[in-house]
């Protein structure tokens, strides 16, 4: 099998992971169909506010256990000699979670996947961004968007200190080059901003609400 075969595998592998709708699948076994309920999106905050506090949490647990685990199928097909491929994986997975091919591209926002992903290639820089999720939900009195936009915007922050700080060492498992999973975050990131437009168009108009939707 050729390189350009197996990245391409690696790649559809991740992104079919990636697509898993367990906040979906979640919400109808608490019977609730998030994508017409809440907020309307098909993520876990939405299954938080629409299903309750455990079918939210398992479905956030799902949604970032797919990102963690396209990551490490990346690693078990991965064809070259350097991890850096891995970034990949991980990009597919939250491609896959935001347009996903079983909801007709109709998908979550990306965090969860991404947080998912990012715990398997800088554990450290993801417990840093939590604890910043942490703080913008307290502060916010308790809504969601802006913990999670905070978190995301602080990510790459903590990359690059870990990275001064402890040098190739900063992705712990893995032996990823730093621009080039540095320029992987920062698209990310984008994706996830882009799709809380709307939640940032309500949160200037003070109309967000806890979990990602209006307020009425």
Known sequence: ?????????????????????FSLILGKLWGVDIRKEGSGNVGSANVMRTAGRIAG??????????????VFVSFLLNPFQTDTILLVGAYASVIGHIYPVYLKGKGGKGVATGA????????????SAAAVYIIGFYVSRRISSVGSLAAAVSFPLFLTLYYV??????SVFFDINYLWFLMTVLALITLIIVKHIPNIARLLRGDENRFGGDRH
């Open 1 to 21: 099998m050729s390189e350009v075969i197996s990245v391409l595998l690696l790649a559809v592998s991740a992104y079919l992971i990636g697509g898993i709708p």
């Open 57 to 70: 949490i398992l479905a956030f647990a799902g949604d970032m256990g797919k990102g963690a685990a396209a």
């Open 116 to 127: 998912g992903a990012m715990l398997m290639l800088s554990p450290a820089a993801l417990a």
């Open 165 to 170: 700080l402890l040098g190739e060492a900063y």
